[in-house]
């Protein structure tokens, strides 16, 4: 069966051994070696959406979850990530680098990417375009719709309002939306690992063999992991090292944009110096973290999210490839919509719903 893998460590010391390092590559090697593709159609497909969690976002999650259940963070493994298969999405709208849970709502539910500040229309309509987002050929349909037309249910649960843009996209055609963000690094961790607690119930409930999981963000945002701090140091506090120019302690978690600028600068005799964290609340629930550039909210970030999937045709999900690709996907794999599927193998020449 291989070697036996090790996860809840509870010492750093264990990652002194050589030979703890060497057995843990050949239990990956023979996990991936081990697991075959899935190639049964999907009776269901759950798809999980977490907003804005990026990257960086997963890795701090994963570390904070760890510490908070007493083992090394860095060790620990976040419910998705036990997909065996990953992929990366990239996130950008037709008219910008960076996006909004708007008009990546359109791409990963309905497969056509869209305007910024979008929804559920194609990129022929702008910003406030209400005319043209009435007009039968712009609008889009999503995956829950190509399942009802295919008789199946299709629902959608949130945490949020449910006009908020991630799930209007399951529903909406609209050509402006509301903005909204989120600032709050601890909570983002916090609300990340219920994410991954929700997943986990939903594989127990689930039967592996027919049913798809894929776990996705809509965008990321600006956090950052940066500096060097030790091994299992606490990923919502201080920094163990200090900076090489103020000497004063940093965060380990920041983000390059955000509000109250004055919380962490201040001008002294006409020269602008960092704030001591050591005085300020980092690390509380409520906390908010250093930034660089002074904005009114915190902007979403640009980078590509990771796709974890588990379940019938999980391994087409590898790589890296176009946000509005993942709903195409699903449904290959769950025989439904207006593409190509694993009941349906002709190609099809346009997008008709």
Not at 193 to 211: E, G, Y
Not at 250 to 271: I, M, R
Not at 325 to 342: D, K, V
Request: charged share 20%; net charge neutral.
């Amino acid at each position: 069966m291989g070697p036996e893998r090790v996860w809840n460590l509870r010492s750093v010391e264990e990652l002194k051994s050589k030979e703890f390092w060497f057995h843990d590559a050949q239990r990956t090697l023979f996990e991936k070696l081990s697991t075959p593709p899935n190639q049964y159609v999907a009776k269901n497909v759950i798809f999980f959406l977490g907003d804005g969690m990026s990257v960086p976002t997963v890795t701090a999650s994963r570390i904070f979850e760890g510490q908070l259940r007493g083992v090394v963070g860095e060790r620990n493994r976040l419910e998705f990530e036990k997909f065996n298969f990953v992929g990366l999405s990239k996130t950008y709208c037709v008219n910008k680098q960076v996006s909004d849970s708007a008009c990546t709502a359109s791409a990963y539910l309905s497969g056509i990417k869209a305007n910024y500040l979008t929804i559920g229309v194609t990129p022929n309509v702008q910003v406030n375009d209400c005319a043209g987002a009435r007009l039968p050929q712009n609008r889009l349909s999503s995956i829950a719709a190509w399942a009802m037309k295919g008789r199946k249910s299709a629902g959608v649960v949130t945490t949020t309002r449910i006009t908020h843009a991630s799930p209007a996209g399951v529903y909406a055609h609209t050509s402006n939306r509301d903005f909204e963000s989120d600032f709050d690094a601890k909570k983002a961790l916090d609300e990340t690992v219920q994410f991954s607690n929700a997943i986990k119930k939903a594989r127990l409930l689930t039967n592996p063999w027919d049913t798809l999981i894929v776990v996705t963000a809509d965008h990321g945002h600006t956090v950052s992991i940066s500096g060097y701090p030790d091994v299992n140091n606490s990923i919502a506090g201080l920094n163990s090292e200090f900076s090489d120019v103020d000497s004063k302690p940093y965060a380990t978690l920041s983000y390059a944009n955000g509000p109250e600028f004055q919380k962490f600068y201040q001008s002294k005799d006409g020269v602008v110096e960092r704030v001591d964290l050591t005085t300020s609340d980092i690390g509380d629930k409520d906390a908010r973290y250093p930034h660089g550039v002074p904005m009114s909210e915190e902007t979403h970030g640009g980078g590509d999210v990771a796709v974890y999937a588990h379940g019938p045709w999980a391994h087409l999900f590898t790589g890296v490839y176009e946000q509005n690709t993942i709903p195409f996907m699903m449904g290959y794999a769950s025989c439904l919509g207006p593409g190509m599927t694993y009941c349906d193998l002709q190609p099809k020449v346009s997008y008709n719903p």
